[in-house]
């Protein structure tokens, strides 16, 4: 028996009024992949942040090899080998790749910057890694998936000890996740220590040795990944089992509702659509093959080049986003921090905007605040917000409850078709359950429902019908019977060239 | 950072200091220890003579800080709002003396004063919101480009000398006069807060510009018109400042392009210590009025004080960026859910 790389003893942090990690017993051991698994608010986040040093413990302590150590900064952690790739990225985009990974630590010719030389060791470990970045790119140009993989090399200049990635996939494509792991799998040769944190099962089963799982910030318990299932897992995470959370979408397709014919934006090859009352359209694609670009040009947020769009047989082709809503159109979008929510306001301010903009408790111009505030108690029961949180700061919510009240946004506004882009992005398990009913109720009540999404088994599962995107095109139209996984994932990829 | 602040248990602890200035912001605060230092200072400062005269100073600053927190509210600022000042005042004393000399009725002499100055604080709000809104122009380079501009027109129409010759009626009433035993300047300034105490707080209009400055992109994807918002928000602005400057003109009795010089800094200032958010999004009307009315309670007392106007100019500068820390620590207070 080897003693454990890193240890953690009754790990606690509080804030006022929150537990939000109650004595954590946790080790690692060199060499290991350690899965922490849990729904949003377990305390998977605060665990790693004082693991990372950007939080303190308010209890308990942290051993490395043995000895005991504070980590008071992300600096402190990282001068003991202790690195961590966040969700949100540290990188600053008017800067260079090569600048941004020796941000700090520039190699120098006595007083100056030497540039050739940070180039040059940037460029090794993107070969080592086999990452395809180009150092002296501005990181403003970078795709999601590329700044990502860059804040992952950032890791590899000084002595690695232990590696802590948060949702390091969310953003990545199969391919990339492939040389994510390979590269996982060489410093766990390496004997790095690895913590992973993954709401993805199917991912992390190919790498996890063990799997820690977290629920209301406390420790459930550690199993093996080889002889654990992903039932017996789901029902540690949630206390409760979960036997489908796709639910069944009866199928009665009225009349046609959204026809889009030959719609272009850059990007997106002209490409039609019709879709009918009660339907379900799943649409899938890799990160970046036009999915979500060709359904933003539809709402009047990207640039439209040739094309139109009908609604009830109005045609909405060159109205503005808002009229676009108005007439019914409504678009859910993927980023609730930046396009979604205002941050700094409450539950239920964020819901009656959407309320007051509809137009109905207003008149000639007033607001009936008591109208608005009925609508928006019943929203918020729609949703199954719970009670406490409707008076909370949006930014002091979970994922999972941040997305309830975006969702939550989208009932206070009237609409005939809700366009869903990434509706479970960070969501966890049991509110990815919840917000599925909700799509289930619009379309079985008469809406048309198009969900885009990453995440190939929801697009599948939920849908009456999938539309594939490659390389800016619709590479496939299957009717749900037809569309099991394998079948819709051969046409991700096409020989065809990308649209410009 | 979502994860950390789901609550495992919830017991709810609050300390009313830290509620109060989450909720308020700075100027409790502040307004407390002001009126503390300026009594021990002079005993003169905490009388109700002394108090009603500082009510009356401050409608002016008020006034402005109220338009001034429509276009911090939705996300930008507008340093243009002394030079609207000199501009209406300008503007509408050149064009009382030239009505004087067309028409009869001082009635329609004043009333084209007023519109003159109006129109043109009109197009100084367009040019703002439309250089804000449209060509996507900080606001900062906008209205302070607008300011340069709109200074320089009003020495040029001047040759920097004071406009006189107003009619005496305009001066008697806007300045100096009554409206039911209280004050033309207050009984304006009291309606004007009315008015935008109901429109922030019961209009759509009101949703619309919070909306936009907490988070504009979130705002289009509610059905928002938000340039049309921001424009609105920056004419509204100078429209306000416009009347300002007729009862600063009416009070001084002439036209001067000078009027107004220091209300840009003071109606910030007054709005972040009220607790005006700078990033936009958050800010309560009656704050407001609380915040411009301790400005200029401070100017008050440092004038009982016998403190020199220098002097005061560097305690003003002062209370505008301990404002803003304040300001910052309340954000994060807010972002974190103390």
Redesign the interface.
């Known amino acids: 028996m080897t003693l454990p790389l890193l240890t953690t003893h009754n790990l606690t ?1 509080t ?8 004595g954590v017993d946790f080790d690692l051991m060199a060499g290991e992949v350690h899965v922490l698994f849990g729904e ?7 665990l790693i ?1 004082m693991l990372a040093g950007a ?1 303190t413990p308010s209890e308990g302590k942290i051993y490395l090899d043995h000895h005991e150590v504070v980590f008071d900064s992300v600096a402190r952690a990282k001068a003991h080998g202790v690195y961590t790739v966040f969700q949100e990225f540290s990188l600053i985009p008017t800067l260079t790749v090569a600048e941004n990974m020796f941000l700090g630590q520039e190699p120098r010719m006595g007083i100056l910057v030497d540039h050739a030389e940070m180039r040059r060791r940037a460029q090794e470990i993107f070969d080592e890694l086999g990452f395809p970045i180009s150092p002296t790119a501005r990181v403003s140009t970078l795709s999601r998936a590329q700044q990502q993989m860059l804040e992952i090399s950032k890791a590899f200049h000084g002595d690695l000890k232990v590696l802590i990635l948060d949702e390091p996939t969310a953003s990545l494509t199969e391919r990339e996740v492939d040389h994510l792991f390979h590269f996982i799998e060489r410093q766990k040769a390496k004997g790095v220590g690895i913590i992973y944190i993954s709401h993805r099962m199917q991912e992390f089963k190919r790498i996890a040795d063990r799997i820690t799982v977290l629920r ?3 420790k459930i318990g550690t199993v093996e990944m080889a002889g654990t299932d992903e039932a017996a897992l789901v029902e540690m995470m949630t206390g409760r089992q979960i036997a489908d959370i796709y639910p069944t979408i009866a199928t009665t397709p009225g009349d046609v509702v959204l026809e889009v014919t030959e719609l272009a934006t850059p990007g997106v090859a002209p490409s039609s659509l019709s879709l009918r009352r009660g339907e379900v359209l799943g649409v899938a694609g890799l990160v970046g093959c036009g999915k979500s670009r060709f359904f933003r040009a539809m709402m009047g ?1 990207g640039p439209r080049r040739s094309g139109t769009v009908h609604l009830n047989g109005h045609d909405i082709t060159r109205l ?4 676009i ?2 007439a019914g159109l409504y ?1 859910l ?1 993927p980023d609730r921090k ?8 409450t539950s239920d301010e964020n819901l ?3 309320v ?4 109905a408790p ?1 008149k000639r ?3 009936d ?1 008591r109208r608005v505030r009925d609508t928006v108690a019943g929203i918020a029961t729609r949703v199954e917000l719970p009670e ?1 949180y409707r008076a ?2 949006v ?5 999972g ?2 997305q309830k009240v975006l969702f939550g ?1 989208a009932f206070g ?1 009237e609409a005939d078709v809700y366009i869903f882009d990434e509706p479970t992005v960070g969501v966890d398990m049991g509110t990815r359950a919840a917000l599925y009913l909700k799509i289930k109720a619009l379309a079985e009540a008469g809406k048309a429902v198009v969900v885009i999404s990453s995440d190939l088994p929801e697009a599948i599962n939920l849908s009456h019908r999938i539309l594939v995107f490659a390389n800016g095109q619709v590479s496939a139209e299957l009717p749900r019977t037809e569309a099991s996984e394998d079948t819709v994932l051969k046409y991700f990829f096409t020989e065809s060239e990308p649209v410009q | 950072m979502s994860d950390a602040t789901a609550p495992a248990q919830v017991t709810p602890r609050a300390n009313p200091i830290k509620t109060l200035f989450i909720r308020v912001g700075v100027l409790p605060f502040f307004l407390g220890i002001a009126l503390v230092v300026f009594s021990f200072m002079s005993d003169k400062f905490l009388t109700g003579q002394n108090l009603m005269n500082v009510a009356r100073q401050s409608v002016y600053l008020v006034l402005v800080s109220l338009g001034q927190m429509l276009v911090l509210v939705s996300g930008g600022f507008d340093l243009s709002v002394g030079t609207a000042i000199a501009l209406t005042s300008v503007a509408s004393a050149l064009s009382m003396t030239w009505a004087a000399g067309v028409f009869d009725s001082v009635f329609l002499i004043i009333a084209t004063g007023i519109l003159a100055g109006g129109c043109v604080a009109l197009i100084v709000g367009l040019i703002n919101g439309v250089g804000v809104a449209y060509f996507e122009v900080s606001p900062f380079i906008m209205t302070l480009g607008v300011s340069s501009v709109g200074a320089g027109l009003a020495l040029f129409m001047t040759g920097g000398i004071p406009i006189s010759g107003l009619p005496f009626a305009f001066g008697d009433t806007f300045g100096f006069g009554k409206w039911f035993g209280v004050p033309v300047p207050v009984f304006i300034a009291v309606i004007c807060i009315v008015v935008m105490w109901l429109m922030m707080s019961r209009t759509t209009l009101g949703t619309r510009i919070y909306a936009v400055g907490g988070n504009i992109k979130a705002a289009h994807l509610s059905a928002i018109d938000t340039k049309k918002t921001l424009v609105l928000a920056y004419v509204l602005c100078s429209l306000i400042a416009a009347l300002t400057g007729v009862l600063l003109t009416a009070r001084v009795e002439s036209g001067e392009a000078n009027l107004g010089g220091t209300m840009a800094l003071e109606s910030i200032a007054a709005c972040v210590i009220a607790g005006v958010s700078l990033r936009g999004g958050i800010g309560r009307v009656q704050n407001v009025v609380l915040g411009a009315f301790f400005i200029v309670m401070v100017q008050n007392g440092m004038n009982i004080a016998r403190v020199s106007s220098y002097m005061q100019m560097v305690l003003l500068g002062s209370l505008l960026i301990l404002a803003v820390i304040f300001d910052q620590m309340r954000y994060r207070m807010i972002m974190r859910g103390a």
């Open positions: 942090k804030y006022p009024g929150v537990r939000a990690l109650d949003n608010g377990a305390g998977k986040s605060t942040s939080n209301d910030g406390a947020l503005p986003t808002r009229e809503i108005r678009y979008s930046h396009e979604g929510l205002d941050l700094a306001k009656a905007l959407n007051v903009t509809s137009g207003v111009g007033w607001i605040w406490d909370r700061r930014s002091q919510l979970s994922g409850n941040q946004k506004q």
